[in-house]
Every structure is written in structure tokens, then in C-alpha cells.
């Protein structure tokens, strides 16, 4: 006797492969057994005219002190989300301890969101183990944020780390700890100040293994394809495989032509051995810091010292002169314009009015120019606020789609103040409804694919993303034509929905729309 048994549903096994009718039994948190006429089991769930799949696996959020939270799940499960994996872009909340404490909260602060004092920082382990402690919705797995792991040891500082050593052992540790992968933020300080030869310096633990980097790159507009050149340089000296995050071409000049490049790079890299991959988030606008802004000779040497920067006059020329001219750092302001970049969440009482604004409307209210306006917020808010810039073009994220090696990712942030982004709510549910129904970019197994074996072979997630038997039981009953996005830039907290049964380890999380606060999520 079976504990549950899936009855009469359509089976999209991640694979990629057709679609067939059959019926799925579960045992102890497995997939037991997969066919017809399986036997008895003590719960059955009706799935007929319903896609069975695996359940869906996010390589890419910024929940790190979100899982810690009352509540959390709800959105992700809400979309089918079973296993996410946090700790992205070279910004973990692990590993550091007092030194450059103040420092490093504040910088992490828009994208994970106020931490708890109480959540472990000072080792993976030791928060892998609190996180053990509490009950999660859905399973949680951790990369190692190399850009943490510098700033704890050698600050926002602009040289390079003479000795590397110490940086190598908490590299070693993190792996040891459980890491599924170690993250880059080439894009943000202090790893924005590596060479390519340092950076392989850097990496150097990571020679001839199999855990993946995952690469936040240091350009994402006029330089992605240099960009993707360096990370296939990386990957080929150290001989591990290489994940690019978020793939994208940032500003108009870019679009239609960098990313079918970048892309062609990447195969001719696999042809040549290199084990590369990427992924890609299904919306034209981005959330990060927006300190992203400045130029990386702006972010030397930590908040205090680049809130410095801001209130001083040459300096602000100087930026304003950068901004305008610039092109050697991803120049987003110049690129996508100031109506573009919407301010997302500021934490002073004084400029909640300016929340849902862009840039260039906080300025008139203010009666700044924009660069005035930048550096004014900035400052006053110790660099603590988030952006969502509409930088990119649906069409390149269709060419990444069709691309045979990108999975989706949702790249959410978790700012305490203000508005997340909808993609925190909706990712996974926006692939069916508008890449797979309205646009058919690509077909419902392809879709299904790319947000579950995919993403777990590219991160080495074991026993998840198939249909198989021996496989967790991590599963969704669901009909494509039913999910709904309900989030939207200007009202973002809305649940997906549509999402029918979602099993975590066996258990429902949802079952036939309900809620039922199983719980039954791992720390991976
Ligand atoms: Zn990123």
C-alpha cells in the first residue's frame, strides 16, 4: 500500500520529453512507482485533465533572511515553487562575523532585507543548522557568496587580497558546509575590483571539482559579451563547471544583438569542453541596489566612504561627467534613462512619498536634477535603497528561452521596506502564461524542463527535477491555462494563482487550492 497515489494525470516529467497519461505513486517522501493500475494507497488525488510534474526549482533568490520569516513560502509555493536556492550573486548572508559587520548588513540590506539577529552569520553550517531548526514550506539550499566572504575578510577596500589563503579556506569551508555553488557579484563591490587573474587566484579551491560558480557578471550591457568571455576564461582555467546568472543586455543599443552573440559564445565554449550554462528572469525590468548606478571607482572603501563621495561637490561633477560619458562600467543610468529606474524602497520617513517613483519624477519633487537626486538618497539613506530598472527586451529573453541550455530563474529580492518586485510572486507561473500560451516561445514540456531538471543539473541538486521513480516526491497538479500572475510593478504582494496540488517530500502544501501548512520542506 501506497501513501498517496497521483490518479489520471498528464505526465510532464521535466525531461523535456512528450507528455503521457499515467498514474504516480508515492512512498515516504519518493516516487514509488510511475504506470498503470499501481495498487492501493491510503490518500488518492484525482488528476485527471491536470499536468503532473516535478515541482519547480529556483536556482536563484535572495531569501537568505527570508526563510527566517513567519510567512515565508506562500508566495513560492503559490507558483509551484518546491525548492529554491538562495544566497545568489556573490551576496550570501553567510559567512562573516564582527568585522565588517555594519558594513555588510547595510550592503545586503535591499536585497535580503533586515536580519534577524538571532539567524547564525559567522558559518554556513551554523545557518544551514538555525535554518534546520524552523519550519519551511518548501526545501532551501544555500550557495556561498564569494563577495561576502571577501568583505568579511578584507572590507569594500579596492586591492587586491595579497594572501589569498584565508579567503580559500572559507571558500573550502562553505563547500564543506553544504554549498551547492559559490556566487560571484562581479557587477557589485568588492568583487567588481578583481582582475581576471586574481579572480582565478581567487577561485583557486574550486580547480578540477564540480561545484559550479555561479556568475552575477561584471557587464550586463554594452560589455556582456566581454563578460561571458572572461567567465568562459575562468571556467577553462579552473577546469569546474560555470553558471551565468540572469543573462541579459541592458539598454536599447543592446538589444537584438548582444545576447545571440553571447549565447553563441557559450556553445562554441561547450563544443570546446567548457561545462557552461545560464539562465534567464522572465521580465524586461530588474530590482537591485541602487548603488548599482555608480561607477565601481564610486564604491571604493564601503558605505561610510561612498556616502562621503556623494555629498561632496567635485565628486558629484565628476559622477555627473561619468553618467554622461562613461561606458567601461555598466552605465545603466546613461543606458536605460532616468524614467526608467523606479525607486522601489527607501527607508526615511521623509522620502516614503517618493516609493513607486522613478528617478527622474523624485527629482522634480525634489527639485534636483537627477544626478543631485541620486546622490542626495543615496546618502541620506546610507546607500540602503532598491530599484527596479526597465533595462532589457522581451525579445531577447525569448532568444535566451529557445537557447537548449538556459533555465528560468526568478532572481527575487527581499527588501523589508517598500515594493519587491512582481517576480518574487509570479515567475513561475509567467512562463506558462506568457511564453507558453499567449507568445508560444516555447512548448509546455520545454517550459517545464527549464524550471526543474535543468536548474537542478546545472546546480548539481540531486534526486529533484524529474518524474522518475526514486525521485523526491516533490510535485504539482496543475492546468496551464488556469495559472495567473496577479502581481504588477505598482501592486506587487499579490499570490499567484491556478497552482491546484503541490507536494513537498509527499505532502501537500496545497491541495486542490487550500492551503494546509505541511511544512515538510528540508534544508538542502
Ligand atoms: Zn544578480
Known amino acids: 500500500m501506497f501513501d498517496t497515489l497521483i490518479r489520471g494525470g498528464t505526465i510532464i516529467d521535466g ?56 510567512g515565508f513560502g506562500k508566495a513560492e509555493l503559490r507558483q509551484g515553487l518546491t525548492t529554491i536556492l538562495n544566497g545568489a550573486c556573490g551576496v550570501s548572508l553567510v559567512p562573516f562575523g564582527e568585522r565588517h559587520r555594519e558594513e555588510l548588513l547595510h550592503y545586503l540590506e535591499p536585497i535580503t532585507g533586515k536580519l534577524d539577529p538571532a539567524i547564525p552569520t559567522e558559518s554556513l553550517g551554523a545557518y544551514l543548522n538555525a535554518l534546520r531548526k524552523v519550519k519551511l514550506p518548501l526545501n532551501v539550499g544555500m550557495m556561498l557568496g564569494a563577495g561576502t566572504v571577501r568583505a568579511d575578510l578584507f572590507g569594500y577596500g579596492e586591492e587586491e587580497p595579497a594572501d589569498m589563503r584565508q579567503l580559500h579556506r572559507q ?50 550591457g554594452d560589455g556582456v559579451c566581454d563578460s561571458v568571455e572572461e567567465m568562459i576564461a575562468v571556467a577553462k582555467a579552473l577546469r569546474c563547471p560555470m553558471h551565468i546568472s540572469h ?56 558605505v561610510d566612504a561612498i556616502c562621503a563621495r ?110 519587491p518586485h512582481p517576480r518574487v510572486y509570479g515567475s513561475y507561473v509567467r512562463v506558462f502564461e506568457r511564453f507558453v500560451l499567449e507568445k508560444k516561445t516555447i512548448d509546455l514540456p520545454t517550459a517545464v524542463r527549464k524550471i526543474t531538471s535543468l536548474p537542478a543539473e546545472a546546480m548539481r541538486i540531486k534526486n529533484k527535477g524529474l518524474l522518475r521513480v526514486g525521485m523526491d516526491a516533490d510535485i504539482n497538479i496543475f492546468k496551464p491555462e488556469l495559472l495567473r500572475e496577479r502581481a504588477t510593478y505598482l501592486d506587487p504582494r499579490q499570490e499567484s494563482e491556478g497552482m491546484d496540488t503541490v507536494l513537498v517530500g509527499g505532502k501537500p502544501a496545497i491541495l486542490h487550492g487550500a492551503w494546509t501548512d505541511a511544512g515538510a520542506g528540508q534544508a538542502i
Open 247 to 302: 543573462l541579459k543586455a541592458m539598454g536599447k543599443r543592446n538589444w537584438h544583438v548582444k545576447i545571440p552573440r553571447a549565447l553563441e559564445l557559450m556553445e562554441r565554449a561547450r563544443a570546446d569542453g567548457v561545462d557552461i550554462s545560464c539562465d534567464v528572469y522572465l521580465y524586461d525590468a530588474g530590482s537591485t541596489q541602487l548603488l548599482h548606478l555608480l561607477p565601481p571607482d564610486f564604491l571604493r572603501g564601503g
Open 310 to 419: 556623494l555629498r561632496d561637490k567635485n565628486q558629484r561633477e565628476i559622477l555627473r561627467e561619468a553618467i554622461a560619458h562613461r561606458h567601461d562600467f555598466d552605465n545603466i543610468a546613461q543606458m536605460v534613462g532616468w524614467d526608467n529606474i523606479m525607486l522601489s524602497a527607501l527607508n526615511l520617513p521623509e522620502y516614503q512619498h517618493l516609493i513607486g517613483k522613478t528617478v527622474a519624477e523624485a527629482a522634480e519633487l525634489l527639485h534636483l536634477d537627477p544626478v543631485d537626486c541620486l546622490c542626495q538618497l543615496l546618502a541620506d539613506e546610507r546607500c540602503a535603497v532598491t530599484m527596479i530598472d526597465r533595462m532589457a527586451c522581451e525579445d531577447d529573453i525569448c532568444t535566451i528561452l529557445h537557447d537548449d541550455y538556459s533555465s528560468v530563474i526568478s532572481d527575487s529580492t527581499y527588501p523589508t521596506s517598500g515594493m
Open 15 to 70: 525531461s523535456g520529453g512528450a507528455p503521457y497519461r499515467a498514474d504516480v505513486a508515492l512512498m515516504d517522501g519518493r516516487i514509488a512507482a510511475i504506470g498503470h493500475n499501481l495498487g492501493e494507497a491510503a490518500q488518492t488525488i484525482d488528476a485527471g485533465g491536470f499536468c503532473v510534474t516535478p515541482g519547480f526549482i529556483d536556482i536563484h533568490r535572495h531569501g537568505d533572511a527570508e526563510v527566517f520569516r513567519p
Open 171 to 220: 571558500l573550502e569551508r562553505g563547500i564543506a558546509d553544504g554549498a551547492y555553488g559559490i556566487s560571484l557579484g562581479l557587477g557589485y563591490a568588492p568583487e567588481c575590483f578583481y582582475t581576471t587573474d586574481g579572480l582565478i587566484r581567487a577561485l583557486q579551491p574550486l580547480k578540477d571539482g564540480d561545484i559550479p560558480i555561479t556568475v552575477h557578471m561584471r557587464h550586463e
